[in-house]
């Protein structure tokens, strides 16, 4: 094993932390955040939703169960970067095709380990989410720091159509009458299997994809699919959406869904501190009242107080953390949508059900 090079992390208000170059040698920047799961990192690399970011996982090693070629929720790595603890290059699965340092390599993913990652995750928690640099090319922080004013802000980002696919394709039985159009704006794959498993035909839109193209399909129902970026810079999805619920048929939002589905309805977004990322997020339904235990990976939120005074909205779950709005239904419609990740990969099954809702809801439609 041959000694690994020095790398350099600057963050936007000047902090600086030394460490070793793993993956890929070169100069990587975006938003930095934290994900606190202690599992499942090859499936958070390829979420699209983490497209522009540079990754902290909390838990101290990664990278030490290697890389499975099915355990990708997309094509490929979508991180911008990635920052560890201790990440590993031997593993111990046996399924395992390679190690982690190996993945990012042949991704051309930039990384750096030996960092103090729970320091830089409870400065983030106090400072907020800012733009870094990784580098493992470039060691001097002034150099670095003047780069980052190159860095794009996430607020008013549009990355969606970026990481949507660029042309239709379909999965599950064609001969279903369960027939879902999902507006790609970043899905992971996991979400389509679930609907898939449950007897349903997905026709899969890139991201702009008009009206009549999505009518076209004679749909029985309608699924707005997660991303990156921020809602806000997204008028040609809100457009779509609000022509989706003028159909009236069954309609499910998942993530950035979720906020589509809010500004749909006159309800702003905002962006967050530092936003919810990790498989352990505590969420209160409130038709139930049974509490589940959440996946999630949002750095955008919808505004509490604006849903709590629409009329024509229900609150159906809200986060026990900090009581931020994680789903909501409309009234007199067959649309609803969840802030958090009910396919749960990586995470606990909790809300699963909720593919199960949405699949019932069509089939009353259809039969």
Do not use: W
């Not at 064609?174 to 899905?187: E, M, W």
């Not at 958090?340 to 439609?365: Q, V």
């Amino acid at each position: 094993m041959t000694t690994p090079k020095d790398a350099i992390l600057v963050l936007e208000d000047g902090t600086t932390c030394y460490g070793k170059a793993f993956g890929a040698i070169g100069t990587t920047g975006g938003e930095i955040c934290f994900n606190t799961g202690m599992t499942g990192y090859q499936e958070v690399f390829t979420d699209p939703s983490y497209y522009g970011q540079v990754l902290i996982m909390n838990t101290v090693h990664i990278g030490n169960y290697g890389v499975v070629d099915l355990d990708v929720e997309s094509d490929g790595i979508k991180i911008k970067g990635l920052i560890g603890r201790n990440l590993e290059e031997l593993f111990s699965r046996k399924r395992a095709t390679m190690s982690l340092e190996d993945y990012l390599l042949k991704e051309g993913v930039v990384g750096i380990e030996g960092v103090d990652t729970r320091a830089l995750v409870s400065h983030i928690r106090s400072k907020g989410a800012m733009n870094c640099l990784i580098s493992s090319e470039i060691l001097d922080p002034e150099v670095l720091k003047k780069q980052l004013s190159g860095i794009p802000d996430m607020s008013g980002l549009e990355l969606a159509s970026v990481v949507s696919t660029k042309t239709p394709y379909e999965v599950g039985d064609p001969d279903s009458p369960i027939k879902i159009a999902v507006l790609d704006y970043g899905t992971k794959r996991n979400i389509l299997t679930c609907m898939v498993e449950r007897g349903a035909h997905v026709k899969v839109f890139p991201a702009k994809t008009s009206m009549e193209e999505l009518k076209a399909f004679n749909p029985a129902g309608y699924f707005i699919s997660n991303g990156p970026g921020d809602p806000a810079a997204m008028d040609y999805a809100v457009d779509t959406v609000k022509q989706i619920l003028n159909e009236n048929k069954p309609t499910f939002g998942i993530c950035l869904g979720h906020q589509l589905l809010a500004r749909a309805n006159a309800i702003p977004t905002f962006k967050m501190h530092h936003g919810h990322r990790g498989l352990n997020h505590p969420v209160k339904n409130l038709v139930t009242g049974k509490c589940e235990i959440t996946t999630q990976n949002h750095g955008f939120g919808v505004d509490t107080e604006a849903v709590k005074s629409a009329a024509h909205i229900e609150i159906t779950h809200v986060n026990l953390n900090d009581h931020s709005i994680e789903g909501i239904k409309i009234k007199g419609k067959p649309a609803f949508s969840v802030q958090y990740h009910p396919e749960s990969t990586p995470g606990p099954h909790d809300s699963r059900y909720l593919f199960d809702d949405f699949i019932e809801m069509i089939r009353r439609e259809v039969e």
